[in-house]
């Protein structure tokens, strides 16, 4: 194993960066989108019943609609 200050002063010693994970962003987005629904109806209830605030049910409103949003940038953006 190099030393810390011999891969300082021979960065090319140093083993390759490996590959990112190839991560499926459309997936990721609509996981995002299905929580915030679940929070939306979660929070809705509890709204209703006033246990919170109903600005919480318009933070949750916001998450589903900036993933909805977002849903087009991944599509764009797949296999990047």
């Known amino acids: ?4 200050m011999t891969l300082l002063l021979h960065p090319e010693r140093r ?3 490996p590959a990112p994970p190839s991560t499926d962003l459309v ?3 609509l996981v995002g989108v299905a929580v ?6 979660v929070v809705g209830v509890l709204a209703a019943t006033g246990v919170v605030p ?4 318009a933070i949750c409103g ?3 609609l900036l993933g909805l949003l ?3 940038w ?3 953006h797949r296999g990047d």
């Open 1 to 4: 194993m190099p030393s810390v």
């Open 15 to 17: 083993r390759p960066t």
């Open 27 to 29: 997936r990721v987005v």
């Open 36 to 41: 915030w629904t679940v929070a939306l109806v």
């Open 54 to 57: 109903v600005e919480a049910v």
């Open 62 to 64: 916001a998450g589903i």
């Open 70 to 72: 977002g849903l087009p």
């Open 74 to 76: 991944a599509r764009r």
